[in-house]
Structure formats: C-alpha cells, structure tokens
C-alpha cells in the first residue's frame, strides 16, 4: 500500500515562506492499494494537487474509479472538494462515505458549500462524473477499493469526526485527524481502532502547551498522538494536522518532542514520521 500526503495542516490553508517545507495545504491523504485502487481520505485544500496529478492518467481519460473518506465537513476536511478537478470529468466514478446522520444529510453538506453565494461554478448536480454518497455506519465493517474499512467517531466539536481504519490483506492504516480527548485520552474504542496499525495517522495540531492552552478546540497536541500511539501499540506514528500559525521549525520542534515523548513513555520502538506536503510512504 502506498500513501501520498497531499495537505497536512488544520484549520486553514498556510501558504507562505515559513511552511514550505510541510507545506500549507488543508488535510488530504490518499491510499494506493496493492491491487490498485484509490481511497482518498478528507478533501481539505490539498485534494487540488491531487487531483490535477490524477488527471494526467485514467482519470483524464474519464476512466478512473476512486472512493473518498470524509472524516468530517469542516472546511479544513472538505474545501477542496469543488476544486478536485477529476469530479468533472465525464465517465470518472466516486464513492463517497462520511459521517453524517443520512446520506441525503452528507450530500446536502457538500452541495451546501456549493451553493451560488460561495462558489460560481456548478453544484454537485452537474459535475460531470458519477457520484454516489453513503453515510457510514459506524458499527459495521465495509468494502472499499477491495480494502476493509471500520470507521469510528472521535470527540472533536459538536459532531466528532471520524478515524478510519483501512485494511488491505494484512497491512493496516488508521487516520484519526481531529481527536480532542478528554484528559484520561483515547476512549477505549478508539484505542481498538488503532491496535498494531501498521500507520497510524494521527492529529498532532499542538505541542502540548498549546495542546493545554486551546484545550476547548477538540484537537491533539503531540503528547496525545503519543499516549494514543503507545495505547494502541502501533508500529509507526505520523504526526499530521498541525496548527496554520507554526512554522516549518516549529514543526521540526514537535517532532523532535514526540520522539522524545514516545522514548520516554515505553514507544521506543514506534517509528515516527512528521507528514509532509508531497512525501509519501509504503508498507
Ligand atoms: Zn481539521
């Protein structure tokens, strides 16, 4: 399985001198099975990039087949969805899945950033492509691009959004963007979700000061995304969703402490990798 980091930031785009290195785009990560599909996961700003590299294969020929993960709708998760350029294209087929509490539900929060007052081009309506959208049910495993997927709600805002849990064959990926546990950390459940992940992908928005300081925003700091690490005995952590206010240093600084952090408290052995905007990993 492949994995390719297409926008790695929270809350709001970055961009500038200061965060070229991770780079300024919103949360989008996509997956590349073994047998050759596509799950992309959450449609934040960077989906932009995405989907113009796609286009230069299958999916500007109108031929391509990819199924989207939304953890959740806030904008930092779906903004780039009206600029993923593949969804215009005649002939290309999506299969979306997210959190909502219908499927109508779903698609009426993607159609309502669409509206005429917010952008000027089209509505969900009138594309191109084929689109269907399904409302997850957390309870149930499902089939997505020949992969298993388990989804469960983390506490995060009013609503919670969504960890995924992606299995192909034996390899296993977690995405759990926007975590904002109580102080005893990830309830039990969730814990489950991450057990042995091969990856896990997990909301890092704040070094634990800041973690502490804007505790009421529904975020991780790092310290959370090592507990959460630790407790679910994974074999590699990816710090992901940083604050739009910290620089590439300050990055490289909450990095450097969650490998401090995971040395500390019994992860010696977890790997950890910051995201990075264009970085990819395989397992
Ligand atoms: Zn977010």
New binding site residues.
């Given amino acids: 399985m492949e994995i390719a980091f297409w926008g790695v930031r ?2 709001i785009p970055a961009p500038g001198p200061s965060t070229v290195r991770y780079g300024g785009n919103t ?1 989008c990560v996509s997956l590349r099975p073994k047998n050759g599909g596509l799950i992309v996961l959450d449609c934040g700003t960077g989906a932009r990039n995405l989907g113009m590299t796609l286009m230069e294969g299958v999916f500007g020929q109108g031929r391509g087949e990819a199924s989207i993960l939304l953890s959740h709708a ?1 904008w ?2 779906i903004q780039g969805f009206p600029f993923f350029v593949p969804l215009y294209q005649p002939g290309n087929r999506f299969h979306i899945f997210g959190g909502a509490q219908s499927s109508a539900m779903l698609e009426g929060i993607l159609e309502g950033q669409m509206a005429p007052q917010y952008f000027p081009v089209q509505t969900l309506k009138n594309m191109g492509a084929g689109i269907d959208i399904a409302a997850i049910d957390e309870g149930a495993a499902f089939q997505v691009a020949g992969c298993t997927v388990r989804a469960r709600t983390n506490p995060h805002g009013r609503a919670g959004a969504l960890a995924f849990r992606i299995e192909d064959g034996a390899q296993s990926v977690v995405y759990a ?2 975590a904002g546990y109580d102080p005893s950390g990830p309830p039990p459940a969730s814990v489950d979700l991450y057990r042995g992940a091969d990856i896990l992908i997990h909301d890092s928005t704040y070094t634990p000061e800041d973690g502490r300081r804007y505790a009421d925003r529904g975020f991780s700091s790092v310290e959370n995304a090592v507990d959460a690490a630790i407790a679910g005995r994974v074999k590699r952590l990816v710090l992901f ?1 940083y604050d739009q206010d910290y620089s590439d240093a300050e990055v490289d600084g909450l990095c450097a402490r969650g490998r401090r952090l995971l040395d500390e408290r019994g992860g010696r052995e977890i790997e950890l990798t910051g995201a990075a905007e264009g970085a990819t990993l395989a397992i």
Avoid: I, M, Q, T
Wanted: net charge negative; no cysteine.
């Fill in positions: 929270g809350s949360s806030h930092d998760h963007s926007d969703h």
